[in-house]
């Protein structure tokens, strides 16, 4: 089944402690995209890449990083979290332009 | 996203015609897209139009772009208990990276 998988659903942790978002697509799809959603604002790009080794900054990058050293895979990293970043966190990939993305079940993370 | 504007809630009876409405900013988009959002659920791509498309019609959805005023609607026919679900309108640029930039959301209730 073509799927954008991200792992773990649910995550609480502590303040300043590293952690690791696991994005990974089956379909093949050049662009990735880290999304998060919170009440009132509705969706915001916080990194996107367009392919292998290319990664931009997106609307609300402070305080991430990512990285894409493979097709399928588009990790969010927080080095020191803090509770701003507690939000519902999507990822998504897409074809090409005009294709639209194809977003994963998203991650609810809890900084306390 | 700011330039993205939608109305918060709408509340439907079953059985009528849904319209939920989305006004942007920036005229150089190149295309603009529905989402749909179920509780606790990733966002499902509904609909898309071109720029250069005034209308396009998919079963019962029915997407209307006014490029002068900037003004993109969703039409749903015949509401039914499973549209309930928040939707989404996003742009995207016009520069071939898929950089979304979506809307705050529209919260459909459906009355029966």
């Known amino acids: 089944e073509a799927q954008v998988t991200q792992n773990p659903r649910y995550l609480i942790t502590v303040t300043g402690k590293k952690l690791t978002v696991t994005c990974s697509q089956n379909?093949?799809?050049?662009?990735m995209s880290w999304y998060r959603q919170d009440p009132g604002l509705g969706l915001r790009q916080i990194y996107y890449?367009?392919?292998?080794?290319?990664?931009d900054k997106g609307d609300v990058p402070e305080g991430y990083k990512v990285s894409r050293k493979e097709k399928r895979n588009f990790p969010l990293i927080l080095e020191s979290p803090s509770p701003n970043q507690t939000s519902l966190y999507f990822c998504?990939?897409?074809?090409?332009?005009?294709?639209?993305?194809?977003f994963g079940s998203g991650t609810r993370l809890t900084v306390v | 996203g700011e330039d993205v504007e939608q109305s918060l809630f709408l509340s439907v009876r079953e059985g009528d015609s849904s319209v939920i409405n989305c006004t942007y900013t920036?005229?150089?988009?190149?295309?603009l897209y529905w989402y749909k959002q179920e509780p606790g659920a990733g966002l499902q791509l509904l609909t898309y139009?071109?720029?250069?498309?005034d209308m396009k019609q998919d079963q019962r959805l029915t997407v209307l772009l006014n490029k002068k005023d900037k003004h993109l609607s969703l039409r749903i026919a015949d509401t039914q208990t499973g549209d309930s679900a928040i939707y989404f309108c996003?742009?995207?640029?016009?520069?071939?990276?898929?950089?979304?930039?979506f809307g705050t959301g529209t919260r459909l209730t459906i009355i029966p």
């Open positions: 998504a990939s897409s074809l090409e332009q005009g294709y639209g993305y194809t």
């Open positions: 379909m093949n799809h050049e662009y």
């Open positions: 890449s367009m392919n292998v080794e290319v990664t």
């Open positions: 920036d005229s150089s988009s190149t295309y």
């Open positions: 139009i071109f720029s250069n498309m």
């Open positions: 996003a742009r995207g640029a016009n520069f071939g990276n898929e950089k979304l930039t």
